[in-house]
């Protein structure tokens, strides 16, 4: 039996397909069978990221009325052995599909995969609903920006209000010469606000914006630093102990971050 | 209501008599109701003794004279004095009761000391909405975005970042407490204010904010 994690974060354009794109790329990179279920009917763009976007025949629309077979609509990525996409319907809208089935079709997924990674869309709206609904645990993704931070807070409490307890936290674009400036917003801070546990911290890396536009996650980049902290993410996901990346080059960086962690969940 | 904006209203308060005259209306049409109004009520008026008010338009001395004159032909009313209100005749001042949904009420629990008590264990986070009629105690954060309406006491065990309201009933009594208070609007009964700009996010300063001489004043607590 799989577990299903919703990947939302309440503001568009912090990356959370990104994300999804990279965490389902690592995993099966570490030998899990993983399915990417993208939930932004009518906007969709994970097949794009994933550069599977010219095989789509049916999409999860299809599957869940019926159309297909839930087997036909999972588009297998040659490249990673193990990984699938069900892309979203790019002609429909968020109320095609009910909260109510997307349950079932997550309970049959968890039947096939160890991981079912699902990509919400922006908003909290119905989209949200559904990509929440069969979700066993969420990671929260936000930027080291006030609104960001805000949205994630909001997310936070729908997902508790949900019965998605603690959820993880992923502060994603993060630029370390800003932090140490004072320009933005440090992890510390964002931590302090949202107060629930850090899984990831991804700095910003141009790559990313080639690697998505080339249809290649950057996990499997290994020079790209974004790609090693998804590997990190990944890793951790599975439940490992991995040191957070020393990225601003200072020494007590890791420590700082470590202790607070150390804080919260203790 | 629909000829409202045209006619002249009277008032009576425990000043004396407020006349609220409509912007734009005439001196002669001015006089002339004021003078329907007066005979109407002749018997209400004659022999006493009044101050007066008037709000809206703004007339001269001489006007002034002219609406006294015919006040006092028109009913035997004698007039202590006559006085232009700047304040604008606005329909009806938003009550603090509206100002975040609880029910304004006349009588509250003794002071602030006893009442029912509500707990929040954890973080209230942005687009929670907490209104309760007692006190509010918060086992953690409130974060930016999320109200909190008592009509009693408010304490939260931790930071403060999102509006508060204490006493929302109209008690003047309510105080408000947090290890550390940065709300980004603090209210208790009817009055409102806003967090200095310049406050220190490091420090952890326990600080109490309660009503003095009709200001709310924030100190720190234990003080």
Redesign the interface.
């Known amino acids: 039996m799989g577990e299903v994690i919703v990947i939302t974060s309440g503001k568009g354009g912090v990356g959370k397909t990104t994300t999804a794109a990279n965490l389902g790329t690592g995993l099966s990179l570490l030998n899990k069978k993983a399915v990417l279920v993208d939930t932004d009917i009518g906007l969709r763009n994970l097949d794009v990221v994933m550069g599977l976007e010219n095989r789509i025949v049916y999409d999860l629309v299809d599957a869940v009325e019926g159309t297909c077979r839930l087997k036909q609509a999972l588009i297998k990525d040659k490249r990673y052995d193990g990984l699938y996409l069900l892309p979203a319907a790019q002609t429909r809208d968020k109320n095609s599909v009910t909260p109510e089935q997307m349950v079932k079709l997550c309970e049959e997924l968890k039947e096939e995969f160890d991981f079912v990674i699902i990509d919400c869309p922006a908003g909290i709206e119905q989209g949200f609903k559904n990509a929440i609904a069969g979700a066993d645990r969420a990671i929260v993704i936000t930027t080291p920006e006030v609104s960001a931070v805000?949205?994630a807070?909001?997310i936070?409490?729908?997902l508790?209000a949900n019965d998605i307890k603690n959820p993880s936290l992923i502060v994603n674009r993060v630029r370390h010469e800003m932090v140490r400036k004072g320009d933005m917003m440090s992890i510390e801070?964002i931590i302090?606000?949202l107060?629930i546990q850090l899984v990831g911290v991804v700095p910003d890396d141009e790559n990313i914006i080639i690697s998505t536009n080339r249809g290649e996650p950057a996990v499997s980049d290994n020079k790209s630093m974004a790609g090693q902290a998804y590997r990190n993410i990944t890793r951790r996901i599975l439940g490992e102990d991995v040191p957070f990346m020393d990225l601003a080059g200072q020494g007590n960086f890791i420590a700082k971050v470590k202790k607070l962690f150390g804080f919260r969940s203790a | 209501m629909e000829n409202a904006k045209n006619q002249i209203a009277f008032k009576g308060t425990a000043d004396g008599l407020v006349i609220i005259i409509p912007g734009e209306m005439e001196t002669k049409e001015i006089l002339e109701q004021v003078a329907l109004k007066v005979k109407a009520a002749e018997k209400f008026f004659r022999g006493a003794k009044l101050k007066v008010m008037y709000r809206g338009r703004k007339l001269t001395e001489e006007e002034e004279e002219m609406l006294v004159q015919m006040m006092v032909v028109n009913s035997g009313v004698s007039i202590e004095s006559i006085r232009f209100d700047p304040e604008q005749p606005q329909p009806e001042r938003e009550k603090p009761s509206k100002l975040s949904g609880m029910p304004i009420r006349k009588i509250f629990f003794k002071e602030i000391e006893e009442g029912p008590c509500k707990f929040i264990k954890?973080?209230v986070?942005?687009?929670?909405r907490i209104l309760y009629e007692g006190n509010v105690v918060v086992l953690?954060?409130a974060?930016?975005?999320s109200e909190i309406v008592a009509s009693g006491n408010v304490v939260i065990m931790g930071?403060i970042?999102g509006m508060v309201h204490a006493g929302a009933d109209g008690n003047r009594n309510a105080i408000v407490a947090a290890l550390r208070l940065c709300p980004t609007q603090l209210r208790i009964a009817d009055l409102i204010t806003r967090c200095p700009e310049t406050y220190e996010?490091d420090t952890f300063l326990p600080e109490i904010a309660s009503i003095k001489d009709g200001v709310i004043y924030v100190e720190p607590l234990g003080k």
């Open positions: 805000r949205d807070d909001r936070i409490g729908l508790e801070d302090d606000i107060a | 954890g973080t986070r942005g687009g929670t953690g954060d974060n930016p975005g930071t970042r996010e």
